[in-house]
């Protein structure tokens, strides 16, 4: 499935090793500026609506879409522009946040896979099972060791999700360091955008290289042909919409989906 989205740029290959600062976070792909990128966006919305339609008729299949990145990158603004127009009775955000105590009572794959999508559906990640092998190894919550056996089951777990027909992408929101300063100063400045922020977010931001280094680490061990990661430049938000919206509808445009045929024969009712 992915390999035919081989030509993207931002496509992590299957055990490619990677540095983040190698990857664009301001590119503009071929746009020049959100005016030239608007028109794009909105045909990628409607593609979208119409192919969650015809993944609801087909009900054999599920879209899986993963979402991370630092503080700031703009997951909940990907969510709200790309997926306005998608039908919402077909389509669920998970966010993902501090583990609850019920959730800590089990493996920590327990909350994802209850989240995984059903068949007809897409299913949004805000946050994920990643967080698992980020946020725990940056603040050292869990062993070294661990970390590796657990990209290792996430593999396994994506795997076995992508056998069951639930089609899995994951997108790393791609900003710079000046760029998280400029939004952080931003949302302070503004009463309206401060509920945003937490304390949280600012002592977070010392630790940059470590999750720098947390997320090469989890996209090289975890990109697959059957789970892609992609790394996204993440800057400019409307560039940022625009490619993920792509990459979803080329992707979920290849799946093998049909209408399903009627249980009647329509040419046979008199209304
Ligand atoms: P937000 O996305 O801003 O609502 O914040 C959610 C917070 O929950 C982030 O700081 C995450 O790092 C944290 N979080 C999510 N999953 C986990 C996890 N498995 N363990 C610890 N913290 C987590
Ligand atoms: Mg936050």
Same mark, same amino acid.
Not at 181 to 200: H, M, N, V, Y
Not at 209 to 218: L, Q
Not at 238 to 262: C, D, F, H
């Given at each position: 499935?992915?390999?035919?989205?081989?030509?993207?740029?931002?496509?992590?290959?299957?055990?490619?090793?990677?540095?983040?600062?190698?990857?664009?976070?301001?590119?503009?792909?071929?746009?020049?500026?959100?005016?030239?990128?608007?028109?794009?966006?909105?045909? &990628? +919305?409607?593609? /979208?609506?119409? @192919? #969650?339609?015809?993944? $609801? !008729?087909?009900? &054999? +299949?599920?879209? /899986?879409?993963? @979402? #991370?990145?630092?503080? $700031? !990158?703009?997951?909940?603004?990907?969510?709200?522009?790309?997926?306005?127009?998608?039908?919402?009775?077909?389509?669920?955000?998970?966010?993902?946040?501090?583990?609850?105590?019920?959730?800590?009572?089990?493996?920590?794959?327990?909350?994802?896979?209850?989240?995984?999508?059903?068949?007809?559906?897409?299913?949004?990640?805000?946050?994920?099972?990643?967080?698992?092998?980020?946020?725990?190894?940056?603040?050292?919550?869990?062993?070294?060791?661990?970390?590796?056996?657990?990209?290792?089951?996430?593999?396994?777990?994506?795997?076995?999700?992508?056998?069951?027909?639930?089609?899995?992408?994951?997108?790393?929101?791609?900003?710079?360091?000046?760029?998280?300063?400029?939004?952080?100063?931003?949302?302070?400045?503004?009463?309206?955008?401060?509920?945003?922020?937490?304390?949280?977010?600012?002592?977070?931001?010392?630790?940059?290289?470590?999750?720098?280094?947390?997320?090469?680490?989890?996209?090289?061990?975890?990109?697959?042909?059957?789970?892609?990661?992609?790394?996204?430049?993440?800057?400019?938000?409307?560039?940022?919409?625009?490619?993920?919206?792509?990459?979803?509808?080329?992707?979920?445009?290849?799946?093998?989906?049909?209408?399903?045929?009627?249980?009647?024969?329509?040419?046979?009712?008199?209304?």
């Amino acid at each position: 499935m992915a390999g035919r989205l081989a030509s993207s740029p931002y496509l992590v290959k299957p055990h490619q090793k990677i540095k983040l600062s190698h990857f664009p976070t301001a590119e503009t792909g071929r746009y020049q500026n959100k005016e030239e990128a608007a028109a794009d966006l909105e045909r &990628h +919305r409607q593609q /979208l609506d119409e @192919l #969650q339609e015809l993944l $609801t !008729a087909d009900c &054999h +299949r599920a879209v /899986l879409i993963v @979402l #991370q990145g630092m503080d $700031t !990158a703009g997951k909940d603004g990907a969510i709200r522009h790309i997926f306005t127009g998608v039908n919402p009775q077909a389509c669920n955000v998970t966010a993902f946040k501090v583990p609850t105590p019920l959730e800590m009572k089990h493996d920590f794959l327990w909350r994802a896979h209850r989240a995984v999508p059903q068949f007809g559906t897409i299913g949004i990640f805000n946050r994920s099972h990643y967080e698992d092998v980020l946020v725990t190894r940056v603040h050292k919550l869990i062993p070294e060791k661990l970390v590796k056996e657990r990209c290792q089951q996430i593999v396994d777990f994506e795997r076995a999700l992508s056998e069951n027909n639930v089609t899995i992408l994951k997108f790393f929101l791609h900003i710079s360091r000046d760029e998280q300063t400029r939004r952080l100063a931003e949302r302070l400045a503004d009463k309206d955008k401060q509920w945003k922020l937490s304390e949280a977010d600012f002592a977070e931001r010392a630790f940059w290289p470590k999750y720098t280094k947390a997320y090469e680490d989890a996209i090289a061990h975890t990109s697959r042909k059957h789970a892609p990661w992609f790394i996204i430049p993440a800057d400019h938000k409307w560039y940022r919409n625009v490619a993920i919206s792509e990459i979803l509808v080329q992707t979920i445009g290849k799946l093998k989906m049909s209408y399903p045929k009627p249980t009647f024969d329509p040419s046979k009712i008199r209304l």
